[in-house]
């Protein structure tokens, strides 16, 4: 491959906005984080997150959350545009404080679950979920 | 008033009194985004179902604030407690302001 | 023609290129009663594979899930839309599909066939071509967009009642010349790329093109529920695309090509189940 000058500019152009992407896109979920717990202590003992390692397609993920005895668990998509997935609130029937649901991540990325316990303390789980670009899929 | 919105839902027919049970809720829905640009270039808005509930006789069992990065065709799977017999409701609230509601009753012997 | 042992090496390194977790012996059974066969004897008229594979057997552990329970599997919902059509009287006629099929479940066995000859229009028909010849003529309505959403749901409901019943199209008789332009086709490189069907499905299953895990291009299971682009996708879309995406002047759904194709790749996988509708990604 020829590299000319304009290739080495975007080169080098492309390597410093990766490097400044991921960065920008956790520091979006850290203020949301900080929202949800006032910036309390995150423990993170007795909260499941169970997502794929690789998903098929980022359209659809399927996920679940579990964390016995929570209030309300948020869950955080940290490198979407935007990173609030969904926030489920448990009422006094719910069995378990647990939830599955399907989920679209824009790319490779942190998901992340949060959970606000009945004694007012928070526990939170993150799991990096590998999402493919695809081939031929069409 | 999004099109061919239809909620399903899986709930047991029975139960003992007390017992556990899990509940699954799809609705077909297409949940745009606000990320989308049409053939012109143009932001195609947010159009999402932005909140699903279910009670029973009443009482809350979950209650989901939904975002955008849910999938089209929501769907939630969750467990519920039944004390006695009763009805389930469920309800998906739509951002342009349409509910979409079902019921499913349990008889507990 | 080909190679005679490409299809035992793609056999053996079916799952070599695959990092995630692919259940390759996992076993397909929906809603614990109907019993898929996503793994079996190839046709005779295959001389280059031993056996065939469902797409289902590519896919993730996840993806798999999602099609062993009618309700977690999201095209089933428009399952539940063809069924209102179904019942729905429509046309000059005054009649719907109900008043001379009865219900769904007395077309279990019609997927199974499809695309067949036809007597007395003398022509191979798709199963989108039989609906629409029932809805002009018998029912007075219009036809269905070829692949809208409208067909797409109601070959969705007809392949489900036929789940478990293993493909069958003819490939002799009056069928035979549309079944050799379709394995023509399938066996000709075409497009800037220089690919035909066979260089992806038949050499190169199970191994990745970027991130796509390849199937053997089976359709035992259209119209099929792609989580790209989460609703309903028929067979000729597919095909539609697929010939785009090796740079080729693609065909139009419908067409007779595609028709003829859609005839030899059916048979490809005569003994799979009928699997619709399917989740891929």
């Known amino acids: 491959m020829k590299l000319t000058r304009r290739h080495t500019l975007m080169m080098a152009i492309g390597s410093a906005v990766a490097a400044i992407m991921p960065f920008r896109a956790f520091a979006a979920v850290e203020d949301e984080i900080a929202a949800f717990t006032g910036g309390a202590e995150v423990g993170t003992a007795g909260i499941t997150l169970i997502a794929p390692e690789i998903a098929e397609n980022g359209n659809t993920v399927p996920i679940e959350v579990n964390a016995p005895g929570a209030e309300t668990i948020i869950v955080f998509a940290a490198g979407n545009p935007t990173p609030s997935v969904a926030t489920f609130n448990f009422g006094p029937l719910a069995a378990s404080q647990s939830a599955a649901t399907r989920i679209r991540l824009a790319g490779t990325q942190d998901v992340v679950a949060i959970a606000r316990m009945a004694d007012g303390s928070f526990v939170q789980a993150s799991q990096e979920v590998k999402v493919t670009i695809g081939g031929c899929g069409g | 008033m999004a099109d061919n919105v239809k909620p399903r839902v899986r709930v047991p027919r029975d139960a003992t009194a007390g017992e556990e049970i899990t509940i699954k809720t799809l609705i077909s829905h297409p949940m745009e985004s606000g990320q989308r640009k049409d053939g012109d270039g143009n932001v195609i808005p947010r159009s999402i179902i932005n909140r699903f509930t279910c009670t029973f006789n009443g009482e809350t069992v979950i209650d989901v604030t939904l975002e955008p990065a849910i999938s089209t065709n929501p769907y939630f799977e969750f467990q519920a407690i039944v004390p006695e017999s009763g009805t389930f409701e469920f309800t998906w609230y739509d951002d342009d302001g349409d509910v979409y509601t079902d019921s499913k009753d349990i008889t507990v012997g | ?90 046309g000059s006629k005054g009649e719907s599909c109900a008043s001379c099929h009865g219900a769904p479940e007395d077309m279990a066995g019609v997927r199974a066939v499809y695309p067949k000859w036809n007597d007395e229009a003398e022509e191979v028909r798709t199963i989108a071509m039989q609906v629409n010849d029932c809805r002009t003529e018998q029912m007075g309505a219009d036809a269905w967009k070829y692949d809208g959403g409208d067909m797409l749901n109601m070959e969705a409901l007809l392949a489900s009642v036929s789940r478990g019943m293993p493909v069958n199209v003819a490939i002799d008789g009056p069928a035979q010349s ?85 005839l030899y790749v059916a048979s490809r996988g005569n003994g799979l189940s009928v699997e619709g509708p399917s989740v891929r990604n």
């Open chain 3, 1 to 90: 023609m080909k190679s005679m042992f490409k299809g035992g090496i793609a056999a053996v390194a079916l799952f070599a290129g695959y990092a995630a977790h692919a259940d390759e012996e996992a076993n397909l059974v929906i809603n614990e009663e109907i019993e898929i066969t996503v793994r079996t004897d190839a046709p005779a008229h295959l001389e280059n594979m031993s056996t065939i594979y469902s797409g289902w057997v590519f896919r993730s552990d996840e993806t798999q899930a999602l099609q062993m329970d009618d309700f977690e599997n999201p095209g089933m919902i428009f399952v539940d839309d063809a069924i209102e059509a179904w019942n729905t009287v429509e």
């Open chain 3, 178 to 262: 549309m079944w050799e332009k379709g394995r023509d086709l399938y066996y000709t490189r075409t497009g800037q790329l220089d690919l035909s069907c066979a260089n992806c499905h038949e050499d190169n299953y199970g191994n990745n093109i970027r991130a796509d895990h390849l199937s053997q291009g089976q359709i035992n299971g259209f119209p099929t529920y792609r989580l790209k682009n989460a609703k309903l996708n028929g067979v000729q879309s597919r095909f539609r695309g697929c010939v785009r995406d090796t740079r080729a002047e693609t065909y139009p759904v419908g067409s007779v090509d595609f028709i003829a194709l859609e």
